[in-house]
C-alpha cells in the first residue's frame, strides 16, 4: 500500500458524474475496485466476484462505462489465459464538480462518497477534533497552502453545507478551485500513520472498503 493519504482534486465531467452517482452498480465497481486495489492489483474476476455481478457484466461497464477510471499495470499468463491486473488510473484522487449554482459535488471512491458535498461531506468528516488538527498541519505544511480561507472561499464551502472549521479535504477542494485559472494543481500528503481515515480503511476487511 501507498505510504500515506495523498489527496488529490480533480474535476470530472458533469454528464460523468451524474452517470456514476445515480448508477448503483458503478458505484459500487468503483468503491470496490480503490478499496481492494490498496493491497495490491485485481483481476477483474476478483473485481466480479467482490461486487457479486457476472464477467461479461463486469467487463461491459468498465469498458463502455468506467473506463477512465481504471487501467492494467499488469499482464500474466495462467494455464494459457491471459489474466490482467486493474489499478485505479488516479488512485489518490478525489473528483468534484460545480453545479450552476456553484454547490460542488463529490466522487470519491475510497470513502464510499458519492453526491453533493452539502449531503456525503468528506472522509476527514468521521475524524476527532485532534486527529483533525495533526492532518491539518501537514496541509498548512504543503505546497498549495498559502493562507486561511478567506471570506470570499469559506463562503464558496458554506454554499456546499461545508461550515465550522474547514477539513484537509475541504483545504484541498479551495486549492483546486483556485489553480483553476492557471492550470496549476496541487497534491495534500499526510503520512498513512497520522491520517485515521486511512489506518480504518486498511483494517476494513484488510481490504479498505471505506466506510
Known amino acids: 500500500m501507498a505510504g500515506g493519504c495523498r489527496i488529490e482534486i480533480s474535476y470530472i465531467d458533469p454528464e460523468v458524474y451524474t452517470s456514476i452517482v445515480n ?3 458503478r458505484r459500487s465497481i468503483l468503491r470496490s475496485l480503490y478499496a481492494m486495489s490498496l493491497d495490491r492489483p ?10 457479486g455481478i457476472g464477467y461479461h457484466q463486469l467487463v461491459y461497464q468498465l469498458s463502455h462505462q468506467l473506463a477512465a477510471f481504471w487501467t492494467v499495470v499488469d499482464e500474466k499468463k495462467v494455464r494459457g489465459t491471459r489474466l490482467e491486473y486493474l489499478s485505479p488510473s488516479s488512485p489518490n484522487t478525489i473528483f468534484i464538480t460545480i453545479g450552476r449554482d456553484g454547490k460542488i459535488f463529490l466522487v470519491d ?7 453533493p458535498l452539502a449531503k456525503v461531506g468528506t472522509r476527514c468528516d468521521s475524524c476527532s477534533s485532534k486527529e483533525m488538527e495533526r492532518c491539518l498541519a501537514y496541509v498548512k505544511g504543503g505546497c498549495c497552502f498559502t493562507a486561511e480561507p478567506s471570506a470570499e472561499e469559506q463562503a464558496v464551502l458554506a454554499a456546499s453545507g461545508r461550515s465550522g472549521r474547514p477539513t484537509p479535504v475541504d483545504l484541498a477542494i479551495l486549492c483546486a478551485l483556485k489553480g483553476v485559472a492557471s492550470g496549476k494543481s496541487c497534491a495534500v500528503s499526510i503520512p498513512c500513520e497520522s491520517c485515521p481515515f486511512m489506518r480504518r480503511a486498511i483494517r476494513i476487511d484488510g481490504l479498505g472498503e471505506g466506510r
Open 42 to 51: 485485481v483481476t477483474k474476476q476478483e473485481l466480479a466476484d467482490r461486487v
Open 23 to 25: 448508477h448503483e452498480l
Open 109 to 115: 471512491p475510497l470513502a464510499n462518497l458519492f453526491g
